[in-house]
């Protein structure tokens, strides 16, 4: 297994003609969408020995657009430059060392579509672009030279490895032509012979043409003369050359000659184990690669991704050798765009291709099979699952439409990567492998599948009849839930799978069954819990391990937890105010079992929150629970956090995926982040702790990659603020740009890179021709991979234009021509508004055009009609034949005739009209006619009716006027007249039509007004109006107008919830008096809290009360927020807060600062609240003791802090008024405990000062002598008091020169001696500061320092703090906390040592134990016997068992309330002893010498003991 990081980088780069390339020494490279990915190659890559000698170690970053061409410098000692050609227009060098640009240019003005870096000229760089323009630069001059050969599109070029000034250029067209560049690019030879694209150009590795015995070709292609004295060109020596073609064949040409010498045709090969099908017709690309030294040897590309190996000995006989010939399935499967020979550090030679399926594989040369497989991401890598059966198993879900499984603990194959394309045909969102069954993974798509996969088989998956309406978020396997659906119980699965869809719905699908409907919770959810309000939008499903309780995250930011098996709601978490991403439950199996009801959860907010859901569980409270408080909030990230997973190997640790393009590792419990990972260059999707090693963690991004990281070689604890997001801006910029290249180049650029958009993400994106999500944010397209045949019909839709296959030039001028045509039609009709008498004329003849023009004629013509129509009329027996036949030709004699013959005129006239575009003429002949109802009727085929005809349509009758109105409201929809279609539809009564009609294209206030105005009040069309319109406002943010619709469809409840949405303090007091109104009092209650909540955030005090007094269940919440007032006030009166605030709105309350604070605050109370009986103050308790709020944390914000400790001292206060003084020393012992666990002493010392003026007495002597339930938490309290005075008493002695204060009395005295005064280093193990509390270490003046009265009482009180019984606890806790140290540096170390040798000599396996026994015997802080005698672990595991037996033993009244480190004070007592003699008695520091010799076992007092002997 190796412990190193890996890298799963994006696809090569399609439909380029070089985009990899590698030098000598084992460096391979390849473009891959905008950046080159760097990867070494051979011994150097130092990997474990027996994996697969390569690692990708870097990108090269810069470009913006698709990197379309990369070569490297091939001259020794600057292998470690190359360069790069970027669509967008630069051409770049790098250094591969430092990952840097060197230098650019931007000379093309068009797409560059070839570059190659000379390999005589160490400094010349040649790139050609689609118009046919040529440059060269010389990097070290900065100079460059422009050359225009041909009209053409450049496909690829090659410089020759035998004369510098050669270069070699393929076309679109097939044509090739040799060039001179010394010479202005004269060309020295055109050949003629491929009829299309020229994909690559190999020079023969040897000149001159006697290496090969090819007789010339009987039927080759005669070269034709450019003009130009060949004699005196510089190839006299000659050369050969091979091209490589679409055509489907290879031709070698020699260059003495200027012909073609061989061609050689591709074999059409059976395809073995294609991972397509066959049937399908995919674009050929051709690619060659002549090697080095092997002139009779030549490499190609054929239809299917096979490699063949040509022999060239024979001209007359078509001799190949395929690659891996005798393996199955080593080949690739699509078409291969690039080859690049590479020879590594211990000589070997091998060759690297590029393809179509994705993969990057090596051959060696000398066998012809493939050595090794790099897989490579198409598309967004959106989720990750470890298969819990299969160990090791990781299921990748990307944008390209396949699933990959990677198997990560392969020992011989590091990227052992199977996939999976069947059935999917759309991106890969969301992966969850069964809990149990072996290989069995369901997978969801963006379109709304929901699949299963048999891993194990070859087989399509089993896909679920019912799909989502959009993507599907998020899969899980759970217990059965009772559906609507009949069928027994015998029948069902143990657990079925459940889906969440982007419409808002979770199904639940029968594995058993898929080709049934699956089943839509809510409907279950709104039944057993009665729900009358619309149920949320679900975003996330998560089910906790045991399968007992589902968790459902929403789109408002709720979380809603149910209870199996009906889904009872048990409780709601309103803590997120947006869109819920990710919901994960903490694993079974940690030492902690309560740890199991730990959840967090990560939404659109950056704040990740973790609640303990023990309580509630165990509880399982009658009606739903609202929590509103974090157990823990983890704060960092700045975008919002789209995955999460718990650690396997850690209790409480936490790994989070954000979009500000990190991934960070938490310390829940501790609130503290450890370790943060940078190495993506997009907004992380997935994330995933791997299932066996601790240290390694699995995550995928926006950028195309899955990186293997590990937590120990971060250099960064936590997420970076702002900075990092100016970073991933430029990033976000830097992608490739939807549809960016239309508008610059529109005739051109169709044509030539018509089939080019044929697959990979960036052509497709830039030319805007790939598949339909291409203009999505994701920029992805993948469906090419399964559909090869899609692009040219792409294209001519997108494209538009006229031309779709003809020569550039051609197209070029056809649609020049066509646009012309368009405009001209449109001038002509211009002049028709110029002059009134013309107008008046055309519509005096325009009736019958015809008719008229035909009476316009010569004069022989029109005497021959009046011939013709006297001959007709006054033949009164049948008129002849040809009478007839003259008058048909003569249709306007029709008007003279009879009324069949002006029905015939009227008709051809008509038919003028229409085809001259005058309808509404047309329309006035037939009413002439009298055919209303066939005007009407071909009016509606044609999408031709008026208002005027509809107007008309009731002389035809009542039905015909009724369709007319129908026919015309559906031409209306069809030309987007919504509005006016419905009214045409209520003309005939059709009121439900005209609402439905509105309603489906989105005019709700329309539909709501009609339906308002003509419907019944109680019809429940109105009410669906009102929460669809709801529905679409809230989730476009206007929830003011969403609580209106909300309210007119009387579900006041969610529209409070929906202005509630935003989270400002406005909305939320709004929401809160809407909930009030209409008597949601549960939730106008928990809406005025936030509200106040809010108001306390910006210290606006006024307000807060303002808010809280909305309602009278929150009276008790009023005292907590007025006493915390009064304290914030008091501390910044004392100059004790975090600093003056001039912004805080206090209350008017009396000051009344002379009295002591207790008193001061019950004042207030019954002076504002009127709170002047007990009975009042036993509700208000009532009230606030069941709100539980977590243990703090030194990570705990202040402001949170102070209003939890207000929580604890309100109730102590409202105890005391009732004379509840067991509950009064809890509260206050409370509030005493969470500002000493959160690490703030002066909070501490205030909560003494202002509730415990005068010490504890009052307090024991309202308790009474006898032993109560609350002694124990008495005596906490009062050793709590004792342990804050007795640091300030050696605080006040710890200064260069003790002064007088209440402990001490001190004089001066001079003195000829230097004392040196000794104190003990880091005594407190919390809250002192070393530096602060040394004194001086010479003092030139004696000080005569004698204790006073209440110095001494308060020395005697000490002894309170030597309890036995709390120093043998806190021994055996210490003992585990540090086992547990011991253990985690052990396993950090034996970690560690196994990379280093596994890198070293390659896998080695010790022994744990005796990794440990090394390890924990080298750290110097440990003391000799230490040193001399490693701990194993059966040592390790005794003592942590020892520990927990022994504190099995202490009675739970000891174990309940935490009391001050006994030992840390029996060190401050000695101390003050060994500095001031006589302050502390003997008796004492015997007692304190004795509990430290018993109970300072652990590392950290034994040191101190021993200093303080010393």
Same mark, same amino acid.
């Given at each position: 297994?190796?412990?190193?990081?890996?890298?799963?980088?994006?696809?090569?780069?399609?439909?380029?003609?070089?985009?990899?390339?590698?030098?000598?020494?084992?460096?391979?490279?390849?473009?891959?969408?905008?950046?080159?990915?760097?990867?070494?190659?051979?011994?150097?890559?130092?990997?474990?020995?027996?994996?697969?000698?390569?690692?990708?170690?870097?990108?090269?970053?810069?470009?913006?657009?698709?990197?379309?061409?990369?070569?490297?410098?091939?001259?020794?000692?600057?292998?470690?430059?190359?360069?790069?050609?970027?669509?967008?227009?630069?051409?770049?060098?790098?250094?591969?060392?430092?990952?840097?640009?060197?230098?650019?240019?931007?000379?093309?003005?068009?797409?560059?579509?070839?570059?190659?870096?000379?390999?005589?000229?160490?400094?010349?760089?040649?790139?050609?672009?689609?118009?046919?323009?040529?440059?060269?630069?010389?990097?070290?001059?900065?100079?460059?030279? !422009?050359?225009?050969?041909?009209?053409?599109?450049?496909?690829? +070029?090659?410089?020759?490895?035998?004369?510098?000034?050669?270069?070699?250029?393929?076309?679109?067209?097939?044509?090739?032509?040799?060039?001179?560049?010394?010479?202005?690019?004269?060309?020295?030879?055109?050949?003629?012979?491929?009829?299309?694209?020229?994909?690559?150009?190999?020079?023969?590795?040897?000149?001159?043409?006697?290496?090969?015995?090819?007789?010339?070709?009987?039927?080759?292609?005669?070269?034709?003369?450019?003009?130009?004295?060949?004699?005196?060109?510089?190839?006299?020596?000659?050369?050969?050359?091979?091209?490589?073609?679409?055509?489907?064949?290879?031709?070698?040409?020699?260059?003495?000659?200027?012909?073609?010498?061989?061609?050689?045709?591709?074999?059409?090969?059976?395809?073995?184990?294609?991972?397509?099908?066959?049937?399908?017709?995919?674009?050929?690309?051709?690619?060659?690669?002549?090697?080095?030294?092997?002139?009779?040897?030549?490499?190609?590309?054929?239809?299917?991704?096979?490699?063949?190996?040509?022999?060239?000995?024979?001209?007359?006989?078509?001799?190949?050798?395929?690659?891996?010939?005798?393996?199955?399935?080593?080949?690739?499967?699509?078409?291969?765009?690039?080859?690049?020979?590479?020879?590594?550090?211990?000589?070997?030679?091998?060759?690297?291709?590029?393809?179509?399926?994705?993969?990057?594989?090596?051959?060696?040369?000398?066998?012809?099979?493939?050595?090794?497989?790099?897989?490579?991401?198409?598309?967004?890598?959106?989720?990750?699952?470890?298969?819990?059966?299969?160990?090791?198993?990781?299921?990748?879900?990307?944008?390209?439409?396949?699933?990959?499984?990677?198997?990560?603990?392969?020992?011989?194959?590091?990227?052992?990567?199977?996939?999976?394309?069947?059935?999917?045909?759309?991106?890969?969102?969301?992966?969850?492998?069964?809990?149990?069954?072996?290989?069995?993974?369901?997978?969801?798509?963006?379109?709304?599948?929901?699949?299963?996969?048999?891993?194990?088989?070859?087989?399509?998956?089993?896909?679920?009849?019912?799909?989502?309406?959009?993507?599907?978020?998020?899969?899980?396997?759970?217990?059965?839930?009772?559906?609507?659906?009949?069928?027994?119980?015998?029948?069902?699965?143990?657990?079925?799978?459940?889906?969440?869809?982007?419409?808002?719905?979770?199904?639940?699908?029968?594995?058993?069954?898929?080709?049934?409907?699956?089943?839509?919770?809510?409907?279950?959810?709104?039944?057993?819990?009665?729900?009358?309000?619309?149920?949320?939008?679900?975003?996330?499903? @998560?089910?906790?391990?045991?399968?007992?309780?589902?968790?459902?995250?929403?789109?408002?930011?709720?979380?809603?937890?149910?209870?199996?098996?009906?889904?009872?709601?048990?409780?709601?978490?309103?803590?997120?105010?947006?869109?819920?991403?990710?919901?994960?439950?903490?694993?079974?199996?940690?030492?902690?079992?309560?740890?199991?009801?730990?959840?967090?959860?990560?939404?659109?907010?950056?704040?990740?929150?973790?609640?303990?859901?023990?309580?509630?569980?165990?509880?399982?409270?009658?009606?739903?629970?609202?929590?509103?408080?974090?157990?823990?909030?983890?704060?960092? !990230?700045?975008?919002?956090?789209?995955?999460?997973?718990?650690?396997?190997?850690?209790?409480?640790?936490?790994?989070?995926?954000?979009?500000?393009?990190?991934?960070?590792?938490?310390?829940?419990?501790?609130?503290?982040?450890?370790?943060?990972?940078?190495?993506?260059?997009?907004?992380?999707?997935?994330?995933?702790?791997?299932?066996?090693?601790?240290?390694?963690?699995?995550?995928?991004?926006?950028?195309?990659?899955?990186?293997?990281?590990?937590?120990?070689?971060?250099?960064?604890?936590?997420?970076?603020?702002?900075?990092?997001?100016?970073?991933?801006?430029?990033?976000?910029?830097?992608?490739?740009?939807?549809?960016?290249?239309?508008?610059?180049?529109?005739?051109?650029?169709?044509?030539?890179?018509?089939?080019?958009?044929?697959?990979?993400?960036?052509?497709?994106?830039?030319?805007?021709?790939?598949?339909?999500?291409?203009?999505? @944010?994701?920029?992805?397209?993948?469906?090419?991979?399964?559909?090869?045949?899609?692009?040219?019909?792409?294209?001519?839709?997108?494209?538009?234009?006229?031309?779709?296959?003809?020569?550039?030039?051609?197209?070029?001028?056809?649609?020049?021509?066509?646009?012309?045509?368009?405009?001209?039609?449109?001038?002509?009709?211009?002049?028709?508004?110029?002059?009134?008498?013309?107008?008046?004329?055309?519509?005096?003849?325009?009736?019958?055009?015809?008719?008229?023009?035909?009476?316009?004629?010569?004069?022989?013509?029109?005497?021959?009609?009046?011939?013709?129509?006297?001959?007709?009329?006054?033949?009164?027996?049948?008129?002849?034949?040809?009478?007839?036949?003259?008058?048909?030709?003569?249709?306007?004699?029709?008007?003279?005739?009879?009324?069949?013959?002006?029905?015939?005129?009227?008709?051809?006239?008509?038919?003028?009209?229409?085809?001259?575009?005058?309808?509404?003429?047309?329309?006035?002949?037939?009413?002439?006619?009298?055919?209303?109802?066939?005007?009407?009727?071909?009016?509606?085929?044609?999408?031709?009716?008026?208002?005027?005809?509809?107007?008309?349509?009731?002389?035809?009758?009542?039905?015909?006027?009724?369709?007319?109105?129908?026919?015309?409201?559906?031409?209306?929809?069809?030309?987007?007249?919504?509005?006016?279609?419905?009214? !045409?539809?209520?003309?005939?009564?059709?009121?439900?039509?005209?609402?439905?009609?509105?309603?489906?294209?989105?005019?709700?206030?329309?539909?709501?007004?009609?339906?308002?105005?003509?419907?019944?009040?109680?019809?429940?069309?109105?009410?669906?109006?009102?929460?669809?319109?709801?529905?679409?406002?809230?989730?476009?943010?206007?929830?003011?107008?969403?609580?209106?619709?909300?309210?007119?469809?009387?579900?006041?409840?969610?529209?409070?919830?929906?202005?509630?949405?935003?989270?400002?303090?406005?909305?939320?007091?709004?929401?809160?008096?809407?909930?009030?109104?209409?008597?949601?009092?549960?939730?106008?209650?928990?809406?005025?809290?936030?509200?106040?909540?809010?108001?306390?955030?910006?210290?606006?005090?006024?307000?807060?009360?303002?808010?809280?007094?909305?309602?009278?269940?929150?009276?008790?919440?009023?005292?907590?927020?007025?006493?915390?007032?009064?304290?914030?006030?008091?501390?910044?009166?004392?100059?004790?807060?975090?600093?003056?605030?001039?912004?805080?709105?206090?209350?008017?309350?009396?000051?009344?600062?002379?009295?002591?604070?207790?008193?001061?605050?019950?004042?207030?109370?019954?002076?504002?609240?009127?709170?002047?009986?007990?009975?009042?103050?036993?509700?208000?308790?009532?009230?606030?003791?069941?709100?539980?709020?977590?243990?703090?944390?030194?990570?705990?914000?202040?402001?949170?802090?102070?209003?939890?400790?207000?929580?604890?001292?309100?109730?102590?206060?409202?105890?005391?008024?009732?004379?509840?003084?067991?509950?009064?020393?809890?509260?206050?012992?409370?509030?005493?405990?969470?500002?000493?666990?959160?690490?703030?002493?002066?909070?501490?010392?205030?909560?003494? @000062?202002?509730?415990?003026?005068?010490?504890?007495?009052?307090?024991?002597?309202?308790?009474?002598?006898?032993?109560?339930?609350?002694?124990?938490?008495?005596?906490?309290?009062?050793?709590?008091?004792?342990?804050?005075?007795?640091?300030?008493?050696?605080?006040?002695?710890?200064?260069?020169?003790?002064?007088?204060?209440?402990?001490?009395?001190?004089?001066?005295?001079?003195?000829?001696?230097?004392?040196?005064?000794?104190?003990?280093?880091?005594?407190?193990?919390?809250?002192?500061?070393?530096?602060?509390?040394?004194?001086?270490?010479?003092?030139?003046?004696?000080?005569?320092?004698?204790?006073?009265?209440?110095?001494?009482?308060?020395?005697?009180?000490?002894?309170? +703090?030597?309890?036995?019984?709390?120093?043998?606890?806190?021994?055996?806790?210490?003992?585990?906390?540090?086992?547990?140290?011991?253990?985690?540096?052990?396993?950090?170390?034996?970690?560690?040592?196994?990379?280093?040798?596994?890198?070293?000599?390659?896998?080695?396996?010790?022994?744990?134990?005796?990794?440990?026994?090394?390890?924990?015997?080298?750290?110097?802080?440990?003391?000799?016997?230490?040193?001399?005698?490693?701990?194993?672990?059966?040592?390790?595991?005794?003592?942590?068992?020892?520990?927990?037996?022994?504190?099995?033993?202490?009675?739970?009244?000891?174990?309940?309330?935490?009391?001050?480190?006994?030992?840390?004070?029996?060190?401050?007592?000695?101390?003050?002893?060994?500095?001031?003699?006589?302050?502390?008695?003997?008796?004492?520091?015997?007692?304190?010498?004795?509990?430290?010799?018993?109970?300072?076992?652990?590392?950290?007092?034994?040191?101190?003991?021993?200093?303080?002997?010393?």
């Amino acid at each position: 297994m190796g412990q190193e990081p890996r890298t799963l980088p994006p696809s090569p780069n399609w439909y380029c003609s070089r985009c990899s390339d590698a030098v000598p020494g084992g460096l391979f490279g390849f473009a891959a969408r905008t950046s080159v990915f760097l990867v070494r190659v051979g011994p150097g890559a130092d990997v474990i020995s027996g994996t697969s000698p390569f690692r990708v170690i870097g990108e090269l970053v810069g470009h913006t657009e698709r990197v379309s061409g990369f070569t490297f410098c091939h001259h020794p000692g600057q292998y470690n430059l190359c360069a790069t050609s970027s669509d967008d227009g630069t051409v770049k060098i790098w250094d591969v060392e430092t990952k840097t640009v060197v230098t650019e240019h931007a000379l093309h003005q068009h797409t560059i579509s070839a570059l190659h870096w000379s390999p005589l000229v160490k400094d010349l760089l040649v790139s050609g672009d689609e118009k046919g323009v040529v440059f060269c630069y010389w990097l070290n001059r900065n100079d460059s030279q !422009h050359l225009f050969i041909e009209p053409r599109t450049i496909f690829c +070029l090659t410089c020759s490895p035998h004369h510098e000034d050669l270069v070699a250029i393929g076309y679109k067209d097939g044509i090739v032509v040799i060039i001179d560049i010394s010479k202005k690019g004269e060309v020295i030879h055109r050949l003629r012979g491929h009829d299309d694209e020229i994909h690559s150009i190999a020079w023969c590795p040897l000149p001159g043409e006697d290496c090969l015995f090819i007789n010339q070709e009987e039927n080759s292609e005669l070269e034709i003369p450019n003009g130009k004295v060949i004699a005196q060109t510089p190839v006299k020596k000659g050369c050969y050359l091979a091209t490589g073609s679409k055509d489907q064949t290879i031709r070698i040409w020699s260059c003495s000659r200027g012909r073609v010498v061989t061609t050689l045709k591709l074999p059409f090969l059976k395809r073995r184990g294609g991972g397509i099908d066959p049937t399908v017709k995919e674009r050929l690309w051709l690619t060659l690669h002549w090697p080095k030294g092997q002139p009779t040897q030549l490499v190609s590309s054929c239809f299917g991704g096979e490699l063949l190996l040509w022999d060239l000995t024979q001209s007359w006989r078509r001799k190949y050798t395929l690659f891996s010939a005798s393996s199955e399935g080593q080949n690739h499967s699509r078409i291969v765009f690039n080859l690049c020979p590479l020879q590594t550090e211990d000589d070997k030679q091998l060759l690297l291709s590029t393809s179509m399926d994705r993969d990057v594989k090596c051959w060696d040369m000398a066998t012809l099979e493939c050595c090794w497989t790099l897989p490579s991401l198409g598309g967004f890598a959106y989720s990750l699952a470890f298969s819990p059966v299969d160990t090791g198993c990781l299921a990748i879900g990307a944008g390209d439409g396949m699933i990959r499984i990677w198997n990560t603990f392969s020992i011989k194959n590091n990227y052992d990567v199977k996939i999976f394309w069947q059935g999917v045909k759309s991106k890969v969102t969301a992966l969850c492998w069964h809990p149990t069954k072996e290989g069995c993974l369901a997978f969801g798509t963006d379109d709304g599948k929901v699949g299963l996969y048999d891993t194990y088989s070859n087989k399509p998956p089993q896909i679920s009849s019912t799909y989502h309406k959009k993507t599907v978020y998020s899969l899980a396997w759970g217990p059965p839930v009772p559906s609507m659906a009949p069928g027994g119980e015998g029948d069902r699965p143990s657990l079925t799978l459940y889906s969440c869809g982007g419409e808002g719905i979770v199904l639940q699908h029968n594995p058993w069954k898929l080709s049934g409907e699956a089943f839509d919770i809510n409907k279950l959810i709104r039944d057993t819990n009665s729900i009358k309000y619309k149920l949320p939008v679900h975003t996330e499903i @998560s089910w906790k391990a045991d399968g007992k309780i589902m968790a459902l995250g929403n789109e408002d930011g709720s979380i809603e937890i149910f209870k199996v098996p009906n889904l009872k709601l048990i409780c709601t978490i309103q803590q997120h105010h947006k869109l819920v991403n990710t919901i994960s439950w903490h694993h079974e199996y940690g030492s902690q079992p309560e740890l199991s009801y730990l959840m967090a959860s990560g939404s659109n907010n950056a704040v990740i929150y973790v609640h303990n859901l023990q309580t509630v569980i165990e509880s399982n409270p009658e009606s739903p629970v609202t929590i509103t408080e974090p157990y823990r909030t983890l704060s960092g !990230h700045t975008a919002k956090i789209t995955s999460l997973a718990w650690s396997p190997h850690h209790d409480g640790r936490l790994i989070s995926a954000s979009y500000d393009g990190t991934a960070q590792v938490w310390d829940t419990l501790q609130e503290e982040p450890l370790c943060n990972f940078r190495g993506h260059r997009g907004r992380l999707l997935c994330i995933a702790w791997s299932p066996l090693d601790p240290d390694c963690i699995y995550s995928g991004a926006d950028d195309f990659c899955v990186y293997k990281w590990l937590t120990s070689m971060q250099e960064h604890s936590r997420p970076p603020q702002g900075k990092k997001n100016i970073e991933l801006e430029k990033k976000r910029l830097s992608q490739p740009k939807p549809k960016p290249k239309k508008k610059k180049k529109p005739i051109l650029r169709v044509p030539v890179k018509q089939e080019l958009c044929d697959g990979n993400e960036e052509e497709s994106v830039k030319e805007s021709s790939g598949p339909v999500e291409n203009g999505v @944010s994701d920029q992805e397209t993948e469906e090419e991979a399964r559909e090869p045949e899609l692009p040219c019909g792409v294209t001519s839709a997108v494209s538009k234009e006229p031309v779709i296959c003809t020569p550039a030039s051609l197209g070029f001028e056809k649609s020049k021509v066509t646009t012309n045509n368009k405009v001209t039609l449109l001038k002509k009709e211009a002049p028709k508004e110029k002059s009134e008498a013309l107008i008046k004329k055309r519509k005096a003849r325009s009736m019958l055009p015809l008719s008229t023009s035909l009476d316009h004629r010569s004069k022989e013509e029109l005497h021959q009609d009046c011939l013709v129509l006297a001959t007709a009329k006054h033949s009164r027996a049948e008129p002849k034949e040809d009478v007839s036949a003259d008058l048909e030709e003569r249709l306007h004699l029709g008007l003279f005739t009879d009324r069949a013959t002006l029905y015939r005129m009227i008709e051809v006239e008509g038919k003028g009209h229409l085809e001259n575009g005058h309808p509404e003429l047309f329309h006035q002949l037939m009413l002439w006619k009298g055919d209303l109802k066939g005007v009407l009727q071909t009016a509606a085929e044609r999408g031709e009716l008026t208002d005027n005809l509809v107007a008309m349509a009731p002389v035809a009758g009542y039905h015909v006027w009724v369709w007319a109105v129908e026919a015309f409201a559906k031409q209306l929809c069809f030309q987007d007249q919504y509005v006016k279609a419905a009214s !045409h539809l209520l003309s005939i009564h059709k009121v439900y039509e005209a609402v439905e009609l509105l309603k489906s294209n989105h005019f709700y206030r329309e539909a709501i007004a009609i339906a308002k105005a003509r419907l019944r009040p109680e019809d429940p069309i109105l009410k669906d109006l009102y929460l669809s319109w709801g529905a679409i406002l809230e989730k476009d943010g206007h929830y003011a107008l969403a609580a209106k619709c909300y309210l007119g469809a009387t579900s006041a409840y969610d529209a409070a919830k929906v202005l509630a949405k935003k989270g400002d303090v406005a909305s939320l007091r709004t929401a809160a008096e809407l909930a009030s109104i209409v008597g949601e009092n549960e939730l106008s209650a928990t809406l005025a809290l936030r509200c106040a909540q809010e108001l306390l955030l910006a210290r606006n005090w006024v307000g807060a009360q303002e808010a809280l007094q909305l309602h009278e269940s929150l009276k008790g919440q009023r005292l907590v927020f007025c006493l915390l007032e009064l304290l914030s006030k008091h501390l910044e009166e004392k100059q004790l807060s975090e600093g003056k605030s001039s912004s805080s709105s206090y209350n008017a309350w009396p000051a009344g600062s002379e009295r002591p604070f207790v008193e001061r605050v019950t004042a207030v109370w019954k002076s504002a609240f009127s709170l002047d009986s007990p009975e009042q103050s036993q509700a208000a308790f009532q009230q606030l003791q069941d709100i539980k709020y977590p243990s703090a944390t030194s990570n705990t914000p202040s402001k949170q802090l102070l209003l939890h400790i207000c929580h604890d001292l309100t109730l102590a206060v409202l105890s005391q008024q009732v004379a509840s003084w067991d509950a009064a020393v809890e509260g206050l012992l409370r509030a005493v405990i969470r500002s000493y666990n959160s690490g703030n002493f002066t909070i501490m010392q205030e909560v003494h @000062s202002a509730f415990l003026p005068e010490g504890c007495d009052h307090l024991r002597d309202k308790l009474g002598d006898h032993q109560s339930p609350t002694t124990p938490a008495f005596k906490s309290l009062e050793a709590f008091f004792i342990y804050g005075r007795l640091y300030e008493f050696w605080w006040s002695l710890s200064g260069p020169c003790p002064e007088s204060s209440v402990w001490v009395r001190a004089a001066h005295r001079r003195t000829t001696s230097v004392e040196q005064s000794q104190q003990l280093d880091n005594v407190s193990l919390e809250e002192t500061d070393p530096k602060a509390s040394q004194p001086e270490p010479s003092r030139t003046l004696e000080l005569d320092v004698r204790l006073t009265e209440e110095g001494e009482q308060m020395l005697n009180a000490c002894k309170e +703090l030597f309890s036995e019984e709390h120093a043998g606890l806190q021994n055996a806790q210490r003992t585990i906390a540090e086992v547990q140290e011991t253990l985690a540096e052990m396993i950090r170390l034996h970690q560690k040592s196994q990379l280093c040798k596994s890198t070293a000599n390659g896998p080695d396996k010790n022994e744990p134990e005796q990794e440990a026994e090394q390890s924990l015997s080298s750290p110097q802080n440990q003391c000799k016997e230490e040193k001399n005698e490693p701990v194993s672990l059966p040592e390790l595991t005794k003592r942590i068992t020892e520990a927990n037996e022994r504190i099995a033993k202490f009675p739970e009244s000891i174990k309940t309330w935490p009391f001050p480190d006994v030992l840390e004070c029996c060190l401050i007592l000695l101390h003050i002893g060994s500095q001031y003699s006589g302050f502390v008695t003997q008796e004492m520091q015997q007692q304190a010498q004795e509990l430290l010799q018993k109970y300072g076992s652990t590392k950290v007092y034994k040191r101190r003991y021993q200093t303080l002997c010393t």
